[in-house]
């Protein structure tokens, strides 16, 4: 790890650079518990083999997600107990604005109660039914809104992005040959907006260059379109660009995330990822822009002063967003990440490289090759690592996608399991141990088997849809990880 002195150079902290320094101590925590496997078999029995079924009680190291749930700094905590209670004009709101414009540099700003409600609020006020909306990759609840208002999504990645082995910096890039081929076929009066996503969550929380985005500004002006920015990841995304894009290795973190939201006409955000544990904020520099959604904002969210946001939560994303420009507090996750992606591929088990944000990918198509896609191979190895770990992942694969017409599965383009790095949240002995409980599963992998339904949603039926093992393979796996482990947990 390197990082720019006041002079601008890059300094190293430490010889060589293969272990991820924290620059923090933990002052506050919180107790886990590693339950013996029989009590794990237990638990994903009652869990229907879905992991978001699973409780934390049962849980050891909680990798489902990095929403809502990253370490706050002593500076946050401190913050929120100054909250100013009010409905309306209150001083934590003017802290928090204040925030937003010195970051972004966009002076209309709209609270909202977290991302998704930014983004009923952008696709209402901007979509009409028919319209096309290109973007480098689409998130779950952004698809969602933009169809629910009548709008189609067009992902235009690069050819690079759902490699699973990659040394592409950038695979998160917009492709500009296929966004320009899709403003033809489809006019810039059918396309209300490009989006942006920085990290692009979905396939591995890849970054886009900032040359990138610069292309797509170009093509953007040309055509006469504005480019919304999805900023929820832009923390991390800006720390790819500063270390993986020569020209930014000495810019600091303020600058470039003020050139990311300079070349874009609104930028918005989830706050449970960026920078506290709730919220959202929308931002322009454009009244126009504004003048179509604030109306909306009271009458989805709240007043225009906390956007359904308690003012702690509010103090807390003001610090949050301020230490944003800390490469200290942004480098955590991803080399995390990067440390724990090269120690996995180095062992050969296979895993989306390069490391991104948010989280590691480990390919379960390839890792449980064994397993046809109709029995489900993440959700198969999702289980499986949770038995013999209990740690808590994330199927990103067929179980995640839907039932086409016909009654068939629409099989997923991947199959990934996806283990988040909440911020700062994990020690490295903890990623190590993960390490190695995934290294004993791949040596294993033969004896696990697939999943089948045994209740299955109509709508998003990944969030409560129960599984179950198709043959005894639970049994077959614990009895070999007691021969190996003896009484250990
Ligand atoms: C999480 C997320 C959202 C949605 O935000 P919520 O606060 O969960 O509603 C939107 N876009 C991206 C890229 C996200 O990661």
Same mark, same amino acid.
């Given at each position: ?9 890059? @300094? ?55 929403? +809502? ?8 905590? $401190?913050?929120?107990?100054? $909250?100013?209670?009010?409905? =309306? ?35 209402? $006020? ?20 933009? /169809? ?11 050819? #690079?992005?759902? &490699?699973?082995?990659?040394? %592409? *910096?950038? &695979? ?5 040959? &296929? ?8 006019? !810039?009066? +059918?396309? *209300? ?37 999805? !900023? ?5 995304? =800006? ?9 930014? %290795? ?51 969210? +709240? ?11 509010? /103090? ?33 088990? *296979?895993? @989306? ?24 191979? !993440?959700? =198969? ?11 808590? +992942?994330?199927?990103?694969?067929? @179980? ?11 099989? =997923? ?40 339904? /045994?209740? #299955? ?11 179950? *093992? ?20």
């Amino acid at each position: 790890m390197s990082e720019t002195n006041q002079n601008g150079a890059m @300094v190293k902290f430490y010889r060589g650079n293969n272990i991820p320094l924290e620059l923090h101590k933990v002052r506050v925590v919180q107790k886990l518990h590693l339950n013996p496997i029989e009590d794990r078999l237990r638990a994903l029995r009652e869990a229907g083999f879905n992991s978001f079924l699973l409780k934390t009680k049962d849980t050891f190291l909680d990798m489902l997600t990095d929403s +809502g749930c990253n370490a706050m700094s002593d500076r946050q905590t $401190a913050a929120m107990m100054i $909250a100013d209670d009010a409905y =309306a004009g209150s001083q934590s709101y003017d802290r928090m604005e204040a925030k937003v414009l010195e970051l972004f540099g966009k002076q209309f700003i709209l609270p909202v109660h977290q991302g998704r409600a930014a983004e009923n609020i952008i696709s209402r $006020a901007f979509i009409q039914p028919g319209d096309h909306i290109p973007m480098n990759y689409h998130f779950t609840t952004t698809k969602a809104h933009i /169809e629910l208002n009548g709008g189609t999504i067009h992902e235009i990645y690069t050819d #690079e992005a759902l &490699k699973i082995k990659s040394d %592409h *910096p950038f &695979k998160g890039n917009m492709d500009i040959e &296929k966004l320009k081929t899709v403003i033809n076929e489809f006019g !810039a009066e +059918g396309i *209300p907006f490009i989006r942006l996503e920085a990290s692009t969550n979905l396939i591995g929380g890849q970054p886009f260059s900032m040359k990138n985005m610069r292309q797509v500004r170009e093509v953007a002006n040309k055509a006469g379109i504005m480019i919304v920015l999805d !900023a929820s990841l832009i923390g991390e995304n =800006a720390w790819f660009i500063k270390q993986r894009e020569s020209e930014y %290795h000495h810019k600091g973190m303020g600058a470039i995330i003020r050139e990311m939201s300079d070349l874009s006409d609104l930028v918005y955000f989830s706050a449970r990822k960026l920078s506290s544990s709730r919220g959202g904020i929308i931002c322009t520099a454009r009244e126009d822009l504004y003048d179509q959604m604030r109306d909306m904002v009271p009458l989805f969210e +709240g007043f225009l002063t906390y956007g359904g946001m308690s003012v702690r939560e509010i /103090e807390a994303m003001a610090v949050g967003l301020e230490e944003t420009l800390d490469n200290h507090m942004i480098c955590q996750s991803p080399s995390f990440i990067d440390y724990f992606v090269r120690k996995v591929d180095g062992l050969g088990i *296979p895993v @989306v490289t390069p490391g991104g944000a948010l989280g590691a990918h480990i390919d379960a198509g390839s890792f449980l090759s064994h397993i046809p896609q109709t029995q489900y191979p !993440a959700g =198969a190895l999702v289980s499986a690592f949770y038995l013999i770990s209990g740690i808590r +992942g994330m199927e990103r694969g067929t @179980v995640s996608s839907v039932r086409l017409d016909d009654g068939s599965d629409l099989p =997923a383009d991947i199959e990934l399991m996806r283990l988040a790095f909440p911020r700062r949240v994990f020690t490295l002995s903890q990623i190590e141990y993960a390490i190695d409980r995934l290294c004993w599963l791949y040596e294993n992998r033969q004896l696990v088997g697939g999943l089948e339904w /045994e209740k #299955e949603p109509k709508v998003l039926r990944f969030f409560v849809g129960r599984l179950k *093992p198709i043959g005894d393979w639970p049994e077959r796996l614990m009895a070999k990880f007691r021969s190996d482990f003896g009484e250990s947990l």
